[in-house]
């Protein structure tokens, strides 16, 4: 059988060890099937198993190659900062929203998101089907909230609440633990790959503080006991050492946000062996342009409260070793912004533990090691070529400009000739 695309002179990153590697790469069925070393090309046509001439081929020669890149903290329905919005808002218009919003991250080299509040079933399945042209999406279903939680957008004089799963928005509100494990149960019943719970206060939210702890151990357990039985797992929104240590006791798999992690909390991360998804350059792209995005002023007074403490957070993480995943988190225009995480995290990291939180280790967030977030035989076929070496310099990730992006074997990106 011979390859669907052939990627002569390939220098690819092997994200575990950290070093380049440069073969001739086959894809075969959306997988890479081959890794062939330059010293094995010359011989590939004695043997029957070379390229036919038809196959596309691309040389590489003089460009780095990177796995495709796993965004692990996004909401593609989060057309506006203003998510009060999303609860009247048509479907089917929020979903023309998002096949734009899903499009764009493509083009930067980000081949697999996970929604952690929003994304659905219909928005996976188009994708997966070729009817929708987006990264590969992992999707959590609607978040749950308890009442006045971060996933309650009512402002205080507003009593009836929209948030259900009827509408365009991210959440829904379900307190006590029956009315959680009712909730949890209907997420999963749409196939979600997991399940997004608010465990503390948050920015984008009008009523709660962020230092708050939402959901009883009681709720939080319910939700992790239905994702367990449906073998799923449990992202906590959290930024509190207290609300991480609620989390965590009910085991909850991945904190999102963490801003104001302690060493203490960090420990325990650790311990419980979860993931930590920092999500920094939300914070930074809503103080520069959260009132022209919609950003109530409510939440903007938010802002500064985890702003400055998130680097802080995310230098104990480094430091302490947990397993830090990549994630931005923008919401409506900002989301342009996407790949500025980069250029923050590389302030406090090196680009290897960079580049690893959005290839290997994501991988291994999504239950996807081996598949995802790797160059190897059997993964899919998901890559993006670059001009520079990002080892040297992670600005040709924080301002991308890609050569060639694929996924699943497919050219879904190529620049203009210069």
């Known amino acids: 059988m011979t390859a669907d695309i052939v990627l002569t002179n390939a220098r690819y990153l092997d994200v575990d060890i950290g070093a380049w590697h ?34 596309p081929t691309f040389d590489l020669e003089g460009r780095y190659v990177l796995p495709g890149l796993i965004d692990c903290h996004v909401h593609v329905y989060a057309m506006t900062a203003n ?24 083009d930067r080299g980000f081949t697999t998101v ?14 997966a089907e070729g ?10 279903g609607k978040s749950l909230s308890q009442t006045g939680g971060h996933g309650d957008t009512r402002v205080p004089g507003q009593q009836r609440s929209h948030a259900s799963n009827c509408c365009a928005g991210l959440g829904v509100i379900a307190d006590g633990p029956d009315a959680v494990r009712r909730a949890a149960r209907d997420q999963l019943r749409t196939g ?32 992790v006991e239905e994702a367990q039985d449906a073998n799923r797992y449990v ?38 062996g979860a993931f930590v ?50 994630g931005t988190d923008l919401l409506g225009g900002m989301q342009v912004h996407q790949s500025e995480e980069f250029a923050i995290r590389a302030r406090h990291q090196d680009p290897l533990s960079v580049i690893r939180s959005a290839t290997t280790t994501a991988a ?23 001009d520079r070496d990002p080892l040297e310099d992670l600005t040709v990730l924080s301002e991308p400009d890609p050569v060639l992006v694929l996924q699943g074997g497919a050219v879904v990106y190529e620049r203009a000739p210069r």
């Open 131 to 140: 009817l929708l042209r987006g990264p590969r999406l992992f999707f959590g």
């Open 83 to 106: 998510l009060g919005e999303l609860e009247t808002t048509a479907p089917s218009y929020a979903t023309m929203h998002a096949a734009r919003l899903m499009g764009d991250m493509l």
């Open 364 to 386: 291994r967030l999504l239950e996807r090691e081996g598949e995802l977030g790797v160059i190897r035989e059997g993964a899919h076929a998901d890559l993006i070529v670059l």
């Open 277 to 326: 998804t920092m999500n920094l350059v939300t914070y930074w792209a809503l103080k520069e342009f959260g009132v022209e995005m919609g950003l109530p002023a409510a939440s903007r007074a938010k802002v500064d409260d985890v702003l400055s403490a998130g680097e802080n957070a995310l230098r104990i993480a480094d430091e302490m070793g947990l397993d830090l995943c990549f």
């Open 22 to 55: 440069t073969v001739d790469l086959e894809v075969r069925d959306g997988r890479f099937t081959r890794r062939r070393g330059l010293a094995d090309s010359s011989r590939a046509g004695s043997d029957g198993d070379a390229a036919a001439p038809a196959t």
């Open 114 to 127: 996970r929604d952690t509040g929003g994304g659905d079933h219909g928005l996976a399945m188009a994708q």
């Open 192 to 223: 979600a790959h997991h399940l997004k719970i608010m465990a503390g206060g948050g920015v984008a939210s009008p009523t709660d503080r962020v230092d708050s702890i939402q959901y009883s151990l009681a709720e939080m357990r319910a939700a």
């Open 235 to 272: 992202a906590a929104h959290a930024y509190t050492p207290a609300a991480i240590r609620r989390a965590l006791d009910a085991g909850v798999r991945s904190i999102e946000h963490a801003n104001l992690l302690d060493h203490a909390a960090a420990e325990a991360i650790g311990e419980a």
